[in-house]
Structures are given as structure tokens and as C-alpha cells.
């Protein structure tokens, strides 16, 4: 049996003919830039997350970097992220001109250790960005906590958590995107809220950064006036054919991250209480989406590649933590700063996860899983 570690297709097939319908629409009225779709689904995608405003873009690296620029921050300015996410996190910050200062993580979370970025506060900092890492929502309530008391902002990277959830006492939730001053999202094709293409999302109930977020994406312009340049602004729309594909996928898009949380509750029933194995963990003030399903293991590299033999493919994401990146070296990190996240570099498997993953395939790769990880210690 062949297990792939994502696919992309199974979504675009199933909703074929809507999306087809769509395209065609847009081709025969020639709606192709800040079209109706865009406004509409920037209308409704506030609306899924529960905030005032949404704002569509060209990718999830530009909603970040756009979202920093509307906060004024640039150079002289410390930002803080985790040290162990996808690198845009990071580059963003360093186009704002800004210096990105990394936090380590929670390796039971693989998200932001609170306890830690209260540590590395300075006079010169000016924001924190969360990550939502594979689908778990970081720790809002503590980082809010955290930001209030030193007046700092908080850009949440849901890059990889359409549709996560912070569950609060009393049972109300809350999704993420809507806890900081902004939320940014990515919709590259492989995230569970994905389109044919690159695209992004900003979110915020903040008047003032909505505003200076429509100027910052379409070369500073504000209003009717198409040759007034408020400020020297970038080229980031989102297309409106990528926001009338994103529509018809927003409507399944609980039901899909319900496969994957599905999905993920039969691999931890199968995974668990193996010795040298650690799953995912999922404390019920939390609704994780699993963009990626992600153990721990003492035996990582030999059971990817064995896996790989038995047409198994998962991913190492990720093997090398910001600090220890290349592109990073400036910075003058060592390996040992942040155990936690080197730690979690060196075991982190992703199994394959997605939203059209059948229980067979799951049972497959555990089964298969289980004979390796046992194997070598
Ligand atoms: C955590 C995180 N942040 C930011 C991004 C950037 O998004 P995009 O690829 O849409 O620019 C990604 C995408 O992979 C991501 O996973």
C-alpha cells in the first residue's frame, strides 16, 4: 500500500464541479483583481473566525510581514517567535527591518514556551507572533497575559491553523486568528484550508489596521482615487479566481478538519504506550486541527527511511530549529540554547495526514510504525 504524506487533489476533485463553475464565472466577467470574491470571502472568512475584518493577500508570509508594517514596526524594533516553526515566521521580520528574537517551545505543544518569552522582553521589543504549529493552538490566554503587561502587540502565525480553537471554561470557544491584534493565515496548497495556488488571509477587529492593511497590499492606495499612493505599498492581492475557490472550500472546511482530528484519535489509540514513542497530546481546552500529525521518536531517521521503503512517506518538519539555520548565523545562536526545540528537531516524525486520509491507511501506518520504532534502541 502506498500512503502519501499530503495530497492535494482529493479537495479539488470532490468539489470539481463548483469550482469549475467558479472559474468559469470569473473568466466571462473578468472580475480577476479585488473582485466580488475577494470582498465576499474576506466577509466571510471574518466572519468563521469571529473577527470585524479580514483582508486578503498573496500568501501567508506576505499577511505577516504586511501586519508588522501596519504596527510601525521596523528597525531598531525586537520581535519575538518561536524558534522552532517554518522559517517565514521569522523572515518576516527581517524584512520589516526588524530583528526577530527566538523563544524556545513547549515540546508537549510544539508551540511558544510562555515561560520563556517573558524572559527574553526588552526594552526594545515590540510585538510577539505565536505560532498554531502543526493545527495546536499556542497558549492565547497566557501570551495575552504576558503582552498586556508589557504593552506589547501580538501577531498570531495560523498559518497551519484554520479553524483551531481555544476552548474556555464554561465550554465557549474561541478560534484562533481572532485572540491577538491580528491573525495571518496561509492558504498554500497542502494547508488544511488550501488554494490552487498561493494565497493569504489578515485578520483583526482593529478599524486602523484594516484600513492601513488595504493601502499596504495594493500599492498605498486608499479609496477611489487609483493614483494616490498613501504609502509605498506592496503588490500582495489575493486574486479573486484563488478567493472564489477558497469560498466553496470554506464550507467543508469543519467537516475536513473533523476528518483529521478523527484521523488522529485512531493514531494516538494505536501509537500509544508504546515505549520510545510520544503522540500528540490534546488537553480539553484545546481544538487542534492536525495540519500535521507529529510523535516523537527515539529511532526518527531509521523509521522515515524504513517507512519510505514500505511506500510510507512522512515528513521531518522540521529538522533544523531558526537558531541553527544558515540563514540566521548573524544572530550568533549555538546549538544548546534551546533545548527544547533541538530536542523536538531531532525526534519529530509527521505520519501522513489529510483531510481525505482513510482509517485504513491510518491503521496501515501504525501498524508498520509500531514493528519499526520497536525495533532499535
Ligand atoms: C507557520 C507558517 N508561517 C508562515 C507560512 C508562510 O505562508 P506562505 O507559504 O503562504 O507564504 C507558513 C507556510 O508554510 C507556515 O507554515
Known amino acids: 500500500m502506498d500512503v502519501p504524506f499530503l ?48 483582508v486578503g493577500v498573496n500568501s501567508g508570509t506576505d499577511a505577516l510581514f504586511l501586519s508588522l508594517l501596519s504596527l510601525g514596526i521596523g528597525p531598531g524594533d525586537e520581535v519575538l517567535c518561536p524558534v522552532y516553526t517554518y522559517i517565514a515566521t521569522a523572515l518576516t521580520i527581517s524584512y520589516a527591518g526588524a530583528t526577530p528574537v527566538f523563544v524556545d517551545i513547549d515540546p508537549r505543544t510544539f508551540t511558544i514556551d510562555p515561560a520563556d518569552l517573558e524572559r527574553k522582553i526588552t526594552r526594545k521589543t515590540k510585538a510577539i507572533i505565536p505560532v498554531h504549529l502543526y493545527g495546536y493552538p499556542a497558549d492565547m490566554p497566557a501570551i495575552m497575559r504576558i503582552a498586556r503587561r508589557h504593552n506589547l502587540k501580538v501577531i498570531e502565525d ?23 491584534d491580528i491573525g495571518c493565515f496561509s492558504f498554500y496548497p497542502t494547508k488544511n484550508l488550501s488554494g490552487c495556488g498561493d494565497g493569504g488571509m489578515v485578520t483583526t477587529d482593529s478599524k486602523r489596521v484594516y484600513e492601513t492593511l488595504l493601502m499596504w497590499r495594493d500599492q498605498g492606495r486608499r479609496g477611489k ?17 484563488q478567493a472564489a475557490l477558497l469560498r466553496e472550500k470554506l464550507k467543508h472546511l469543519d467537516a475536513w478538519n473533523e476528518v483529521r482530528r478523527s484521523r488522529a484519535r485512531l493514531y494516538s489509540e494505536l501509537l500509544s504506550g508504546m515505549e520510545g514513542v510520544v503522540v500528540p497530546g490534546e ?75 482513510t482509517e485504513q491507511a491510518v491503521r496501515y501506518v501504525a501498524v508498520n510504525v509500531k514493528a519499526l520504532a520497536a525495533k532499535k534502541r
Not at 297 to 302: K, S, V
Open 7 to 54: 495530497d492535494v487533489r482529493s479537495q479539488n476533485k470532490f468539489l470539481k464541479k463548483q469550482s469549475l463553475a467558479a472559474v468559469k464565472r470569473i473568466l466571462e466577467t473578468g472580475d480577476f483583481i479585488l473582485g466580488k470574491d475577494v470582498r465576499l470571502f474576506e466577509q466571510e472568512f471574518a466572519a468563521y473566525c469571529g473577527t470585524r475584518f479580514a
Open 158 to 180: 495560523a498559518a497551519q491553523a484554520q479553524g483551531a480553537r481555544i476552548i474556555r471554561r464554561g465550554g465557549d470557544s474561541r478560534k484562533v486568528g481572532s485572540w491577538g
Open 225 to 241: 482615487n487609483r493614483y494616490v499612493h498613501f504609502v509605498r505599498g506592496y503588490n500582495s492581492r489575493l486574486d479573486t479566481i
Open 283 to 357: 488537553p480539553d481546552t484545546v481544538g487542534h486541527v492536525f495540519h500535521l500529525y507529529a510523535i516523537l521518536l527515539a529511532n526518527r531517521d531509521d523509521v522515515h527511511k524504513k517507512l519510505f521503503e514500505r511506500g510510507i512517506h512522512t515528513g521531518i518538519v522540521y529538522h533544523l530549529p531558526l537558531h541553527l539555520q544558515p540563514a540566521y548565523k548573524e544572530l550568533n545562536h549555538r546549538r544548546g540554547d534551546f533545548p527544547a526545540a533541538e530536542k523536538v528537531a531531532k525526534t519529530v516524525l509527521c505520519l501522513p495526514m489529510h483531510s481525505h486520509l
